[in-house]
């Protein structure tokens, strides 16, 4: 199962009772955070989450509402005793970016891995988790992001026999793709069926909305998408600026056949969203309005 947080949901700047916009993505008891603007540190406690087991830092872009906490948050990160390598990835520039934040927050007890999308990396996988950055609309080079779990087969007695597998390491092979026994290697696939569906989250903020962002969220069991503005009269605006309304974010979730989105990322002017959540929920019906402290436990499907 993958556990997902908004730890913010404002974009600009916060607000008194709105953080910016993060997410923390859980499974077993590793984390990926998605984001990292001003207080986003301070979303996480009172989430009640931990810094220490997250190994994976996703950045959409280089805009101060997602980037601009990060020195703060790896320091609390050292605070906790983390000592385990972080990844970083964001698209044009992560290094020189992340690299000029840090000199306010020097001798981190931990290595900083620094991955640049596309010219580093196309996807990353990642405790079962396969992470795949993808290309948006904004004013800057900006990505989303998919977050895949795989779900491996049923296991099969029968292909286990016929394969000679002894039924000492039937259990090892459950777990582990592959098992040496008495110097001869078993594979996973001697004993498992066919992958069965998994889990998949699409994350996507500060975009106008675009084809590529239908093709990735096809079939997601969550889209966390932007909604800047419920007020349909602020589409020029909105386009200026390379965001999304309330309503263009609802026919995104619904052309990619999605199971539910959360709307996120609001305007500091857009001060009760729940005025507009019809709108998006007259298009697509499974909208919910994201609010900081949001919390799912999403579980494969019997």
């Known amino acids: 199962m993958l556990e997902v947080t908004l730890l913010g949901t404002g974009g600009t ?27 986003t540190q301070i979303a996480l406690k009172h989430s009640e989450n931990k810094f220490k087991p997250i190994d994976i830092i996703c950045i959409t872009h280089f805009h101060a509402d997602h980037i601009s906490g ?20 964001g698209p044009a520039g992560p290094k020189k970016v992340v690299n000029a934040l840090c000199i306010i927050a020097p001798n981190l007890p931990f290595e ?18 396969k992470i795949t950055p993808f290309s948006v609309k904004h004013s800057v080079i900006c990505a989303g992001y998919n977050f895949k779990l795989k779900r491996v087969g049923k296991f099969d007695t029968e292909k286990a026999k016929k394969n000679n597998v002894p039924m000492k390491i039937w259990g090892q092979l459950q777990r582990n793709e592959t098992v040496i026994y008495n110097g001869i290697e078993y594979k996973q696939s001697m004993v498992l069926g066919n992958a069965r569906k ?18 990735h ?52 002017s857009l001060t009760e969203p729940e005025l507009y959540e019809n709108i998006a929920r007259d298009i697509f019906p ?15 499907p019997e």
């Open 198 to 215: 998994g889990i998949k989250v699409t994350y996507c903020t500060d975009s106008r909305p675009t084809e590529n962002i239908i093709d």
């Open 217 to 268: 969220a096809q079939n997601a069991d969550l889209l966390i998408y932007e909604g800047m503005f419920g007020d349909e009269t602020k589409l020029p605006r909105a386009v200026e600026t390379g965001h999304s309304l309330f309503s263009e974010a609802a026919h995104v979730a619904k052309n990619a056949d999605v199971k539910k989105l959360w709307l996120t990322h609001y305007s500091p």
């Open 112 to 129: 900083l891995k620094l991955l640049e999308y596309p010219t580093d990396i196309s996807d990353f996988e990642y405790n079962d988790i």
């Open 70 to 89: 990060l020195p703060g948050f790896l320091l609390s990160m050292s605070n906790e005793g983390r000592t385990e390598p972080v990844t970083i990835i």
């Open 13 to 39: 700047m916060p607000l008194k009772n709105r953080w910016l916009s993060s997410c923390l993505i859980r499974h077993m008891g590793h984390s990926i955070l998605i984001d990292c603007g001003e207080g």
């Open 286 to 300: 499974d909208t919910e309005l994201g609010f900081d402290g949001k919390y799912e436990k999403i579980s494969f």
